[in-house]
């Protein structure tokens, strides 16, 4: 498998990332049997929100202004989790929805990223 269509999932334009991204992301996964485990937990483990479900509490007394910035075509995170976040964190205020863009959006769309972040701050 090439790498660009390996991302697909997580970049809207892969083709577009530089090819030393990609060592730099997929180098460290392989780089011996302990890494490949961990990587293959990893992916057993993914679509389990139960971590997250489990700190709820701890979430509910994070009074820091919060802002969450969701990509709408998140494979791996839907949108509902955002919602979520927004009412488990008493200080989140809103959810800024990114239309399209998938996990790694801060890369792909730093413009974006940015301006939520400086209407947050």
């Keep these: 498998m090439r790498p660009r269509a390996g991302f697909a999932n997580v970049y809207e ?5 530089p ?5 730099t ?3 460290p996964l392989f780089a011996d049997r302990q890494a ?16 997250t479900v489990a700190v709820e509490p701890l979430l509910r007394r994070l009074e ?3 802002l969450i910035v969701w990509g709408t075509a ?6 509902k989790w955002a919602y979520w976040l927004r009412g488990a964190i008493p200080g989140a205020r809103k959810v800024v929805e990114l239309e399209g863009a998938k996990l790694f959006f801060p890369e792909e ?13």
């Design 13 to 17: 334009h892969p083709e577009r990332i």
């Design 19 to 23: 090819a030393e991204t990609f060592q």
């Design 25 to 27: 992301y997929l180098t």
């Design 36 to 51: 490949i485990r961990n990587l293959e937990r990893w992916f057993a483990s993914s679509h389990n929100c139960s971590q």
């Design 64 to 66: 820091a202004p919060t």
């Design 74 to 79: 998140d494979i791996f995170f839907p949108v």
């Design 109 to 121: 769309r730093p413009e974006e990223f940015a301006k939520a972040l400086r209407a947050h701050w």
